[in-house]
C-alpha cells in the first residue's frame, strides 16, 4: 500500500468499519491517493465553520470533537484509534459543524473526497459505510435525548 505506515496501523485501517466490504486490493488503491498526516498535541485538525472536502481516520493518539453553542464551547465526544471525522462536509458539501483537536500526539489519515468520487466501486461501499456510521451516531443521540 502507498501510504507507508507500521504493521500495527495497516492491521487497524484493515479492520475499519469505514472500509468494510472492500478487498486489500481496493484497499490499497484508495490509500494511495491519501495523505498520513501528524499533529501535535492542541493542534487543531479541522475548525467548526470551516470548508472542508476531507475526510479523517485516526491511526494513533487521540482528539476531541466540540461544537460551540450560545458561546460555549462543548464536548461532543472524544476519539481514540480507528474513529474517522469529517464525513458530513465531505456528504454534504457544507461547512464543517464542529472543531476536531488533538488531545495528544496523532497520526491520521486523510482522504480527499474528490479521490473517493473518482473511484465509484469503491465509492459506494465507503458512503455505505458512512451512512451506517451516521445512523448509529444519530440512534445513539436519540437516546441521548430521550433518556436523559
Request: glycine share 6%; charged share 25%.
Amino acid at each position: 500500500m502507498s501510504v507507508l505506515c507500521p504493521p500495527e496501523m495497516l492491521t487497524l485501517i484493515l479492520r475499519l468499519k469505514l472500509f468494510e466490504g472492500l478487498v486489500e486490493s481496493e484497499l490499497s488503491e484508495l490509500l494511495s491517493l491519501a495523505e498520513m498526516i501528524e499533529c501535535e498535541k492542541d493542534d487543531f485538525i479541522i475548525r467548526e465553520g470551516e470548508q472542508g472536502h476531507h475526510l479523517f481516520v485516526l491511526l494513533a493518539g487521540s482528539a476531541r470533537i466540540t461544537k460551540r453553542s450560545m458561546g460555549i464551547q462543548k464536548i461532543i465526544q472524544t476519539l481514540a484509534p480507528g474513529e474517522c471525522f469529517g464525513e458530513m462536509s465531505l456528504i454534504e458539501c457544507r461547512t464543517r459543524s464542529a472543531s476536531v483537536r488533538a488531545l495528544s500526539h496523532c497520526k491520521l489519515l486523510r482522504i480527499d473526497g474528490e479521490n473517493i468520487t473518482q473511484l465509484p466501486n469503491i465509492s459506494a461501499r465507503i458512503y455505505r459505510n458512512i451512512a451506517i456510521l451516521l445512523s448509529r451516531r444519530l440512534r445513539h443521540a436519540n437516546e441521548v435525548l430521550t433518556l436523559g
